[in-house]
């Protein structure tokens, strides 16, 4: 049976949709190419899973470096989202715990979305994630940075919908630590600063391999 969180988080983000389509976006694609993809080597026929894809705005990037690329999205709306955005990416509308593949991943991507899982699902979500990738993929991960650890339902009230989902907080070290403790070696770490009329946020990049 599905599990409370990911029923909320779905029915959540099915209703953000539109807002996510629209929102104007402090962070440029330029960032993303010119320092969050930079030192990796992205390039043509390598395989790219992102996990919570969203509206789909980095999967028209990997497509770019001609790179062959899957996602797994929970939410309906948003997989319409990715399929019009990105129509050559193959889109997996489903839950992360609900999929399976019979070949591995060269980099698996996930922005904004290790945060909507309770930590006791992490490890086994990392575990599923490690199993995915090459002996020598990179996962890269991101949350924001936070003072505290915590978890619990919150409503995001930077958008006009103030529904609530699950979100975990971490901080640098907990983040950290949640690689370290699931079989990875952390490889680089970066920042993304988020800063516009609506937010003002500290994003941390993790980037890991496998130990
Ligand atoms: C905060 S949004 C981030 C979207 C995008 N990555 C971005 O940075 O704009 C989290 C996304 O992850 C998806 N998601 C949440 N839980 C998921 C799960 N269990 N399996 C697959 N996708 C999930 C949500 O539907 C949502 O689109």
């Known amino acids: 049976m599905e599990k409370e ?23 440029k694609d330029d960032f993303y190419k010119n320092v969050m993809f930079k030192d990796l080597d992205f390039s043509e026929g390598k ?47 489903d839950d992360v715990f609900g999929v399976s593949f019979n070949f591995k991943f060269d980099f698996i991507y996930m ?11 992490v490890h ?8 995915w990738l090459n002996k020598d993929g990179i996962l890269i991960c991101t949350t924001t940075v936070n003072d505290e650890d915590s978890e619990g339902y919150e409503a995001k009230d930077d958008y006009d919908n103030p529904r609530k989902r ?6 640098e070290d907990s983040f950290d630590n949640i690689f370290k403790e699931n079989g990875f070696k952390i490889i680089d770490k970066k920042y993304k600063e988020e800063i ?15 130990k």
């Not at 290790?114 to 006791?120: D, Q, S, T």
């Open 166 to 171: 699950f979100r975990h907080r971490y901080t």
């Open 47 to 93: 395989k790219i899973l992102e996990i919570g894809p969203g509206r789909g705005a980095r999967l028209n990037n990997f497509l770019e470096y001609g790179m062959d690329v899957f996602a797994i999205e929970l939410s309906n709306k948003m997989c319409k989202l990715c399929n019009t955005i990105a129509p050559q990416a193959h889109i997996i509308n």
């Open 124 to 131: 086994p979500l990392l575990k599923r994630v490690k199993s």
């Open 5 to 27: 969180y990911i029923k909320i988080n779905r029915e959540t983000y099915d209703i953000l949709a539109e807002e996510y389509k629209e929102r104007n976006y402090a962070v």
């Open 196 to 210: 516009d009329e609506d937010r003002k946020k500290m994003w941390q990049i993790v980037y890991a391999r496998k």
């Open 111 to 121: 922005e904004a979305v290790i945060h909507n899982f309770p930590l006791k699902d």
